[in-house]
Nanobody, 115 residues
Framework: QMQLVESGGGLVQAGGSLRLSCAAS????????MAWYRQAPGKQRELVAV???????NYGDSVKARFTISRNNAGNTVYLQMNSLKPEDSAVYYC?????????WGQGTQVTVSS
């Protein structure tokens, strides 16, 4: 089992920055990759960024060059640095961890970008 606790969401003006964190506890040694998804009202949940256990990263097209995913050395916390935020980045952001024991989701954290 694994538990995920997210933090760092909030309200920011367009052009500003936020940093999201997601701390995993439990069977973290079996993690394959960690990711951030987001879901805006009336839209499907979409992949924002993913980082593998080996450190390989991938990003959704809409956030490339603006967002950076990273993790701590222990491999149990994943971050999402969001720069140059736009109103269309407003959504609930969810942490996702895929491990050999299953897939886990955080509770979500709201990010609102005002124009």
């Amino acid at each position: 089992q694994m538990q995920l606790v997210e933090s760092g969401g909030g309200l920011v003006q367009a052009g500003g920055s936020l940093r999201l964190s997601c701390a995993a506890s439990g069977s973290i040694f079996r993690i394959k990759y960690m990711a951030w998804y987001r879901q805006a009202p009336g839209k499907q949940r979409e992949l924002v960024a993913v980082i593998s256990s080996g450190g390989t990263t991938n990003y959704g097209d809409s956030v490339k060059a603006r967002f950076t995913i990273s993790r701590n050395n222990a491999g149990n916390t994943v971050y999402l640095q969001m720069n140059s935020l736009k109103p269309e980045d407003s959504a609930v952001y969810y942490c996702n961890v895929n491990s050999y024991l299953g897939e886990y989701w955080g509770q979500g954290t709201q990010v609102t970008v005002s124009s």
